[in-house]
C-alpha cells in the first residue's frame, strides 16, 4: 500500500514538479565549453613545463661542481686584476632596487591570486 | 549517442569528442535544475547555476572514477555549487526525535488526487516551494532524482533516520500546503 502510494506520489511529482531548463540550455552549456576549450588550444605556456626544472637542476649541479673545485683548488692568483670599488651610495640603490622589486612582486602575486579566486 | 550509457559517452568525450557531452546534458539538464532550484529558489540564478554545473562536470570528467554512478557523482557538484550561492556550508536540519504516529500514515496519495483536480503543476510548485529547506530537497532528490536514501545521506551529510523522517514529514506537509492552498482558492472563488 505504501509503495503503491509512493510510486503515485513519485510519478505525481515527476509530472508537475520537474522544472524545466531554457530552450537554448544546452546550446548555452556547448558553447561554453567550446570557447574555454578553444581558449586553452590557444594559450600556448610561455615557457615549456620542464624548462624551469631543468634550470634549477643546472643550476644545483654548477653549484656543486663548483664547491667540489673549489675544495680541491689550491689558491692560485687570478691572471688578471679584478677590482671595481663601489661607493655607499651604489649599496643602498642596489638595496632600494630589491625592496621595491620584491614589494611589487608581493603585491602582483596576491592580487593574481585574489583575481583567479573571484573568478 | 542518445541511447547510449553515460560511461560509454563519457569514454567518448574523454577520447575528443567534446560534442558528445550534448547528449549528457540533454539527458540531466532538466533533474540538475530542478535539484539547483528547490535548493535556491531563483530560476535564473539556478539556470545559471545548472549551466556552471555542467561546464565544471566538463572539466573534471577525467576524475570521474565510475566507483559511483555518474548521475551521483553530478549531483554531489550541484550540492555543493548550489550551496556556495546560496552561501550556505552545509544543510541545515534540526533534529527530528518525534516518533511519527498512526495519524500521519494516512494515504496522502489518496487525498491529493480528492484533493487536486485542475491546475494540478500550479499548486504542486507552490506546495514544495512552501516546505522547509531540508524536507523539499530531501523529496527533490528521492522522487525526482531518483536518489535512494544512502546516496541522499552521503550528499547532504544527514543521517539515514533523519532522511527518513524528514521524507514522511515532507509528504504529510505536501499535502497539508496543498489543502491549505485548496482551501483558500475555493474562499477566492466563494
Known amino acids: ?33 567550446q570557447s574555454a576549450a578553444a581558449a586553452k588550444a590557444y594559450a600556448k605556456p610561455l615557457l615549456k613545463q620542464k624548462l624551469p626544472k ?46 621595491a622589486f ?3 612582486m608581493l603585491i602582483n ?11 | 549517442m542518445n541511447n547510449h550509457t553515460d560511461q560509454v559517452i563519457i569514454k567518448e568525450v574523454l577520447a575528443g569528442n567534446t560534442a558528445a557531452y550534448t547528449a549528457l546534458v540533454n539527458r540531466y539538464r532538466n533533474m540538475v535544475f530542478t535539484l539547483a532550484y528547490n535548493i535556491i529558489l531563483n530560476r535564473e540564478d539556478a539556470e545559471e547555476v545548472a549551466q556552471d554545473i555542467f561546464v565544471k562536470a566538463f572539466n573534471a570528467l577525467r576524475s570521474f572514477k565510475e566507483q559511483s554512478a555518474f548521475s551521483t557523482w553530478l549531483y554531489r557538484i550541484v550540492v555543493n555549487t548550489a550551496l556556495n550561492k546560496k552561501k550556505l556550508r552545509r ?13 500521519e500514515q494516512e494515504n496522502v496519495y489518496s487525498l491529493l488526487q480528492q484533493h487536486i483536480s485542475r491546475d494540478q503543476k500550479k499548486y504542486i510548485q507552490l506546495a514544495m516551494n512552501a516546505l522547509r529547506d531540508d524536507g523539499r530537497i530531501c523529496m527533490t532528490m528521492f522522487y525526482l532524482n ?18 527518513k523522517v524528514i521524507l514522511h514529514r515532507g509528504r504529510k506537509h505536501l499535502y497539508d500546503q496543498l489543502h491549505g492552498l485548496l482551501k483558500t482558492e475555493i474562499k477566492n472563488l466563494i
Open chain 1, 1 to 33: 500500500m505504501r509503495m503503491q502510494e509512493d510510486k503515485k506520489l513519485k510519478e505525481l511529482l515527476i509530472k508537475h514538479a520537474m522544472e524545466e531548463t531554457s530552450a537554448d540550455f544546452t546550446n548555452t552549456v556547448m558553447q561554453r565549453i
Open chain 1, 54 to 99: 631543468t634550470l634549477i637542476v643546472v643550476f644545483i649541479l654548477v653549484c656543486i661542481v663548483l664547491i667540489v673545485l673549489s675544495i680541491f683548488m689550491q689558491d692560485a692568483q687570478l691572471p688578471f686584476l679584478f677590482s671595481v670599488k663601489l661607493t655607499a651610495k651604489y649599496f643602498s640603490q642596489i638595496i632600494s632596487f630589491l625592496i
Open chain 1, 102 to 104: 620584491w614589494v611589487i
Open chain 1, 109 to 119: 602575486q596576491l592580487w593574481n591570486k585574489k583575481k583567479v579566486q573571484t573568478l
Open chain 2, 91 to 103: 544543510f541545515t536540519t534540526v533534529d527530528i526525535g518525534e516518533q511519527i504516529t498512526s495519524e
Open chain 2, 146 to 163: 531518483e536518489l535512494p536514501v544512502n546516496e541522499i545521506h552521503e550528499l547532504t551529510e544527514i543521517s539515514v533516520a533523519n532522511i
